[in-house]
């Protein structure tokens, strides 16, 4: 199924398909928690990551939320719709954590008023700079009405995915999405894991909060998987 590679990321590799509007989307076990940051590999990550991203996926799907992932192929890949990237990234925060921190001296892991939706540039030479709407129109990657389409779909997005995880005694502090065209449509894209969610495990708040890169994630993410699969 699989034919050329066609690009590889920090988290991901993408091949061409028989079929030219799919992609297979392959995790891989390195772990980074930015584009500076010096890569290591963690066994087994990126197959829970696929996992998990595939399920969360599949509960969208179940909320008619228009996203790009069709079937997993094997543990650690899925068959996706190939999209027209939009190279803007949508975050999401819930609670206080990294460049909110930093940037604005807000105490890490308070609990924000309400959600607050932030866009960044991908582009890793600048280390993915914040920017905002006037910016993306400017520059011509997105309109306002795909804007407006991108940040409903992201509010939406991280109100079920709160209440999924809450279920779990996981609680979302902040998520990073990446949309895409497809038909002339904006559908969720990427991968929706441990790579791109920070989470607070509610059992263990001693740990602070996890991302991608923390060292009790390592720990922890074979237990997180099974309740994400809890049911
Ligand atoms: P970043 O971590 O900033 O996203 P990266 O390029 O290293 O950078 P990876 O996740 O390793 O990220 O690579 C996956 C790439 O595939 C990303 O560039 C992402 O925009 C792109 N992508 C994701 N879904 C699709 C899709 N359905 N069609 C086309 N490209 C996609």
Redesign the pocket.
């Known amino acids: 199924m699989k034919k050329k590679k066609i ?1 590889e ?4 590799k ?1 091949y061409e398909c028989e079929d030219e509007a799919e ?1 297979v ?1 392959e995790f891989k076990d390195d772990a980074v928690a930015s ?1 500076k940051a010096k890569s290591h590999s963690v066994k087994g990550k990126g197959a829970l990551n696929c996992q998990i991203s595939a399920q969360v996926f599949r509960f969208l799907d179940s909320y008619h939320i228009p996203n ?1 992932f069709i079937r997993e192929l094997s543990d650690k890949e899925m068959l ?4 027209a ?1 939009i190279p803007v ?1 949508v975050m999401v925060r819930n609670v206080a954590a990294g460049s909110l921190v930093k940037r604005y001296g807000i105490a890490e892991g308070r609990e924000l008023e309400c959600p607050i939706i932030e866009y960044y540039l ?1 582009d ?1 030479e600048r280390d ?1 700079p914040m920017i905002n709407e006037d910016h993306i129109i400017s520059f011509g990657h997105a309109t306002s009405e795909e804007i407006k389409e991108m940040h409903r779909m992201a509010s939406k997005i991280n109100a079920v995915l709160r209440a999924f995880f809450r279920r779990r005694d996981l609680k979302l502090v902040d998520i990073r999405l ?1 949309f ?1 065209r497809l038909h002339g449509k904006i559908l969720l ?3 929706l894991s441990l790579n791109t969610c920070r989470i607070q495990d509610l059992q263990h708040m001693d740990h602070g909060i996890l991302d991608g890169d923390n060292k009790h994630i390592q720990d922890l993410l074979y237990e997180i998987r099974d309740r994400i699969f809890l049911s």
Do not use: I, P
Not at 80 to 83: H, I, N, S
């Open positions: 690009y990321g920090k988290t991901k993408l992609l989307q584009s790009h996706v719709k190939k999209l990237m990234v991908k890793d993915d990446e895409g894209a990427d991968e």
